[in-house]
C-alpha cells in the first residue's frame, strides 16, 4: 500500500521531523504497538513494527515535497486495506498539521 503526502518544508527539515517524531507517530495510532524499529538509507527510512499481535513493515521516503510511505500490510489485513491507508492518512495530516 502507498500513500503519498505533501510537506511544505525543506527535504531536511521534513526528514528532521521524522527522526524526532517517528516513534510518537506509530504509537498514537493504537497503545499496543511495541518492537518499533527503524533504519534510514539516504533520504529512505526502513521500519517495521508490530500492533495487535501484526508485523507491519514499510519504508517512507522524504523528497523535496513529499513523504511516499509503501507499508506492507499483513494478510489478515487485506480485506481493510482501504481501512489502514485512509488512518494513515489521518495520521499523517494531523501529524504534518502539528
Known amino acids: 500500500m502507498k ?3 505533501a510537506h511544505n518544508m525543506t527535504r531536511d527539515a521534513a526528514a528532521e521531523r521524522i527522526v524526532s517524531s517517528f516513534d510518537e507517530f506509530v504509537s ?3 497503545d499496543t504497538v ?3 524499529t527503524r533504519t534510514w538509507s ?3 527510512m526502513e521500519f517495521e513494527f508490530r500492533a495487535r499481535g ?3 513493515k514499510g519504508t517512507l521516503e522524504v523528497t523535496d515535497a513529499d ?3 509503501d507499508l506492507s500490510i499483513p494478510l489478515a ?3 481493510f486495506e482501504g481501512l489502514v491507508a485512509e488512518k494513515l492518512e489521518e ?3 494531523d501529524f504534518l498539521e502539528a
Request: without cysteine; charged residues 25%.
Open 77 to 79: 489485513l487485506r480485506p
Open 42 to 44: 539516504g533520504d529512505t
Open 67 to 69: 513523504y511516499e510511505i
Open 91 to 93: 495520521g499523517l495530516d
Open 54 to 56: 501484526l508485523n507491519f
Open 34 to 36: 511495541s518492537g518499533v
Open 28 to 30: 498514537g495510532f493504537d
Open 3 to 5: 500513500v503519498v503526502r
